[in-house]
């Protein structure tokens, strides 16, 4: 099997003669995969996935945040206290008591009795005006219930995907371009055909022209080779417009202006031809190497840890976390005023000056949610089984791809083989012809039928040889190639 597809794959890029600076499949191929938006597009994804790989790994390390707050604030004011008196009292030993105070002159002597003293006048002055803080935090996740694994399991798997997309971009590209690169091939051999039959039936009107002219035909016979001539020329008109809109169409796909006329080298496809498809055989296991079915199994995959989010939802959180932070601002002036020192300042510092600092650990336990935990982790399992049906389907619809391609490939062997012997038999057949409508012993109707023979053998040996390239493209890709 493996020396039956490296055949295949030889085939496919071996090429014949052909003129300098002329087209090849295997360049036509190079070139539309450099300028193919789908591929570029598959590349971008890609990129993404990595980046989301490097940011799901971020979240196993602890997170530095940096808070800054300043504001600016006309808020003032002055809050006064008038002066009043307070009752004062001594305490007495004697009686375990409070009497009042007894004012003494300079000899000891008493002179009176007080039961008051002065609380001075007071004024609180405050001004915010600029404040600050600024404060910095840093978070430890322990344990979070398998979330942050499952999102690196799934950045992963999304990493996987977008390679197996990058690998099916390519392999649809390929066979875009193989199936571009037959029919343009196709469309110019036609040409040639067209033109091979006019040129036939050009000469048959002179031969004609020439017998009418002797007597020996009719004019009715002149205007059969007329009417088929024209027939033929139509053609001709038909073909060229199939090769120009062709060769647009593999220009497009290949990134050259839809107005080139690039040359195009005709594959070598005798091997492919010659193979004995007897030999050749598939296996359903094949399809296990294609890109969609990576990509289908991987989406189970990805379903699967969806499915670990969402228990992780419901599951204890513990994390550490550690912060400090300093504030600065604002201004508060205390001023007392009394009869015996006058005006004093007593406070004249900033409103708020401080450092703060603390660690702790955090522990977040979900209780009850009235049903939510069990809704979402039901509808992740179905996710989780819709998937592996999905695949289940998809590996079917792939196998049966598989060997309908193997089939059309058998097909198309046995097709060229057919039209190769077609046409031999179509140019026999045109000799003879040829050899008893000079004699005279066949008519015009049966001689003109007979080049119409050759022509459509060789239309149909030019489409066998196209469909075999496609063919073997599309088995190729099945296969998982």
């Not at 001594?90 to 007894?102: E, H, Q």
């Not at 997309?165 to 040639?192: C, F, H, P, T």
């Not at 120009?244 to 080139?260: E, F, K, T, W």
């Amino acid at each position: 099997m493996k020396h039956i597809l490296l055949i295949l794959l030889v085939a496919s890029v071996q090429l014949g003669a052909f003129a300098q600076d002329s087209l090849t499949l295997d360049r036509c191929r190079s070139m539309a995969l450099q300028h193919n938006r789908r591929l570029a597009s598959a590349k971008v994804q890609r990129e993404k996935a990595a980046h989301e790989l490097l940011a799901a790994k971020a979240n196993f390390l602890p997170k530095f945040d940096l808070n800054a707050i300043g504001a600016v604030s006309n808020l003032s004011g002055t809050i006064g206290l008038p002066s009043n008196p307070l009752p004062i009292y001594s305490f007495n030993a004697a009686t375990g008591g409070y009497v009042p105070l007894l004012l003494t002159d300079g000899g000891g002597n008493v002179v009176g009795l007080s039961q008051y003293a002065e609380f001075p006048a007071m004024s609180v002055k405050y001004d915010v005006h600029k404040m600050f803080n600024a404060s910095m935090s840093v978070v430890q996740p322990i344990y979070m219930g398998g979330k942050i694994t499952a999102g690196c399991d799934m950045a992963q798997i999304a990493g996987k995907m977008a390679d197996e997309n990058m690998r099916l971009a390519e392999s649809e590209v390929r066979v875009a371009v193989d199936e571009a690169y037959a029919l343009a091939l196709k469309a110019r051999e036609m040409v040639a055909v067209a033109k091979s039959y006019e040129t036939s039936l050009v000469e048959l009107r002179r031969i004609v022209e020439s017998a009418v002219r002797n007597g020996v035909r009719t004019r009715n016979d002149l205007m059969k080779v007329e009417v088929n001539l024209n027939r033929a020329r139509l053609s001709i008109t038909r073909a060229e417009n199939a090769s120009g809109l062709a060769l647009m169409n593999l220009c497009r796909l290949v990134g050259l202006p839809l107005d080139a006329q690039p040359l195009l080298a005709t594959p070598d496809l005798s091997r492919l031809e010659a193979m004995d498809i007897s030999t050749l055989s598939v296996d359903s296991l094949q399809v296990l190497s294609r890109p969609e079915y990576s990509m289908m199994k991987n989406n189970v995959e990805l379903a699967r840890r969806k499915l670990t989010v969402a228990r992780s939802e419901f599951l204890p959180s513990v994390a550490a976390f550690a912060s400090g932070g300093y504030t600065n601002g604002g201004k508060m002036t205390i001023e007392a005023t009394g009869s015996l020192y006058g005006t004093q300042r007593i406070y004249d510092n900033p409103l708020a000056e401080s450092f703060s600092a603390g660690v702790g650990v955090t522990l977040s336990v979900p209780l009850f949610h009235f049903g939510e935990r069990r809704g979402k982790i039901r509808s992740a399992k179905t996710s989780v089984l819709m998937a592996e049906i999905d695949l289940a389907d998809s590996r079917e619809k792939m196998t049966l791809e598989l060997f309908g391609a193997y089939n059309t490939l058998k097909e198309q062997v046995e097709a060229v083989a057919i039209a190769q012997r077609s046409v031999e038999q179509a140019e026999e057949n045109l000799r003879l012809s040829q050899s008893a409508f000079k004699s005279g012993v066949e008519t015009l109707s049966d001689h003109l039928e007979a080049r119409a023979l050759w022509q459509s053998a060789h239309a149909d040996e030019i489409d066998a040889r196209a469909q075999l390239l496609v063919a073997q493209s599309k088995y190729l890709k099945a296969a998982g190639f």
